[in-house]
């Protein structure tokens, strides 16, 4: 999975990092800054002057640096201070919208070279990070922790709607009464928790050390959210040779509108819609069958290759499913009970 460059950055100038220590230290003696996160051949050639240090970094190296006007160059980590007061020599055609000296620097080394620049105000009493072609100024944590609080409780609701609605589906399943637009419904519910999820792990990375109880209660809202997707998707997306990793990555790049729309999400996850959002569908049993836990993956796999679907899993006897299946029968025995057992508690749980 490809890691954003910009909250890669983050990360590294989150609260209890050194970086972020010395940051501050920076602001707090009312100077300014411009450091460079990187000190390959690209940074070297728009240098001028200063002096080579190579030394360990440190919070108190950095802020006394910054006493000087010049540049500090970084080792891409942050781990080393490789340059002090150094002129940086940008190409001045490259477009910018600031209006500061430092700003307009950090924005143009950003956008011509793959490194990361961070320019520290000493008027304003912000640090902006700039990353290609994107800025970021860094915010406080109580400022971070209120949008992630908000965030929390929006994506508790709706993970409780989820999971209403996976009960929901779980009945129409063991009745074979499944239509398009219940699977639907379910896809746009997992794709927008999941991408509120991924917005407030963005929040969790910028706050650093001071993110850890958002995350505890991030990770219990978004648990399973990815697998449930993936078994929706084994369940009823056509087999038309795209494995279920690759069409869940062709909804996952979906912009937001485009979830939201029917017709969008239905195509991305290869639903046979030819005939309406309201035609019928069954499943092949991938879900259900995963939620009973003493039925082994290799006994899951057996039986629903040989029946194909959930109503002719559902519908079929102890000893078919034995002689077809080739399970032994107490374990179909036991995916019986355990059909049984999750039609039960999916009527429970939407009340």
């Known amino acids: 999975m490809t890691v954003d460059p910009l909250l890669r950055v983050l990360a590294t100038v989150a609260p209890g990092t050194p970086l972020r220590e010395g940051l501050d230290r920076i602001l707090q003696a009312n100077k300014g800054a411009l450091i460079v996160l990187g000190d390959g051949p690209e940074v070297l050639n728009i240098c001028s002057g200063g002096f080579l240090l190579d030394a360990a970094f440190s919070p108190q190296r950095i802020s006394e640096l910054a006493k000087m006007d010049g540049a500090i160059i970084l080792a891409p980590e942050a781990g080393r201070i490789a340059r002090a007061n150094v002129h940086l020599v940008p190409d001045p055609r490259i477009p910018t919208d600031e209006t500061g000296t430092r700003h307009r620097t950090a924005e143009r080394i950003a956008r011509s070279i793959d490194v990361a620049v961070i320019a520290v105000s000493e008027g304003q009493r912000v640090i902006t990070v700039y990353s290609q072609d994107r800025k970021h100024r860094l915010r406080s944590s109580g400022s971070l922790l209120d949008r992630a609080n908000q965030a929390l409780q929006t994506l508790g609701r709706l993970r409780d709607r989820l999971d209403r609605q996976a009960a929901e589906l ?62 929706l998707l084994s369940d009823y997306s056509a087999t038309d040779g795209t494995t279920v990793d690759q069409v869940a990555k062709e909804i996952e790049e979906l912009e937001l509108d485009q979830v939201t729309d029917d017709m969008n999400i239905a195509e991305a996850a290869r639903l046979p819609h030819g005939d309406g959002m309201r035609s019928p569908i069954s499943p092949r049993g991938h879900r259900l069958l995963s939620q009973i836990p003493w039925a082994s993956e290799y006994a899951r796999e057996r039986i629903i290759s040989a029946f194909g679907t959930l109503s002719a899993i559902i519908d079929s006897s102890v000893d078919a499913m034995t002689a077809q299946a080739g399970i032994s029968r107490s374990e179909a025995e036991a995916v019986k009970e355990g059909i049984r057992r999750v039609s039960e508690a999916s009527l429970l749980r939407q009340v």
């Not at 997992?190 to 958002?214: F, K, P, Y």
Request: net charge negative; glycine share 4%.
């Open 170 to 231: 779980t009945t129409l399943e063991v009745e074979d009464v499944v239509t398009i637009t219940e699977v639907i419904d379910v896809l746009q519910s997992v794709e927008t928790v999941d991408r509120i999820g991924s917005d407030i792990e963005a929040l969790i990375i910028e706050l650093g050390v001071d993110g850890r109880l958002v995350r505890l209660q991030l990770e219990e809202l978004v648990q399973d959210v990815r697998n449930l997707r993936a078994l």
